[in-house]
């Protein structure tokens, strides 16, 4: 019985972090504890892997139902390590990233902006949880604007438009900022660094919908 339990675990973790990005965004600060819990749940399939492993060992590898919880055991293990996040990257299925901005903040916490070629965007901070903003945007002149936004836990008020202007703490100019403005009486703005701007390749692209 005990045997059956570690084996459905062990499925049940590699189903729970393989699907991470559905979820995660949606916790906010309940993302950190949950983060603990699956770390200890980690050291408890290690545990239950050496114990395990010891029995097949005992038995002369002759419980076929052990030597597939054990392989399933090590096979979890070992790409949970090497891909915490999961083996496939579904943001990839959400469109080719045209513009990704991001900035960190005190404590390490890091905000990244990626606006994708069907004229979405999806917004993440990491900072003692996980919070997602998602949303539509679009262009007029040089200003980008966001519709349809969805904040999910983030009950504040997002942000009304942006735009790309050269970097303030670059002498020569050849870094640049993503600049976003609550409203047309912000006048101060709050600023992202891009790492990468293809927006030219959406010149003589419309959205949608």
């Not at 084996?7 to 504890?33: D, H, R, V």
């Not at 002759?62 to 392989?71: A, E, I, K, P, Y």
């Not at 009950?155 to 790309?164: R, S």
Request: charged fraction near 25%; include cysteine.
């Amino acid at each position: 019985m005990r045997l059956k339990r570690v084996f459905i675990s062990t499925l049940l973790f590699f189903i729970f972090i393989n699907t991470t990005y559905f979820w995660e965004g949606q916790l906010g600060f309940f993302a950190f504890p949950l983060f603990l819990i699956l770390v200890i749940a980690y050291i408890g399939l290690f545990i239950a892997f050496i114990g395990q492993f010891y029995l097949v060992i005992k038995e002369k590898f002759s419980n076929t139902f052990r030597l597939l919880t054990v392989s399933l055991l090590i096979t979890v293990m070992v790409l949970t390590y090497f891909k915490p996040n999961g083996l496939i990257d579904f943001d990839k299925f959400q469109g080719k990233d045209i513009l990704i901005a991001q900035r960190e903040g005190a404590a390490n916490c890091m905000t990244t902006i990626k606006l994708k070629d069907n004229f979405t965007f999806k917004e993440r901070s990491v900072c003692f949880g996980v919070t997602e903003i998602k949303g539509d945007y679009r262009f007029q002149n040089d200003t980008i604007y966001f519709d349809n936004v969805e904040t999910g836990r983030n009950k504040d008020k997002y942000y009304e438009f942006a735009v790309i202007k050269p970097s303030k703490y670059d002498k020569e100019k050849k870094q640049f900022e993503l600049v976003r403005f609550k409203s047309l009486k912000d006048t101060i703005g709050h600023e992202l660094w891009i790492t990468k701007n293809e927006l030219n390749k959406l010149k003589n692209k419309k959205p949608t919908r």
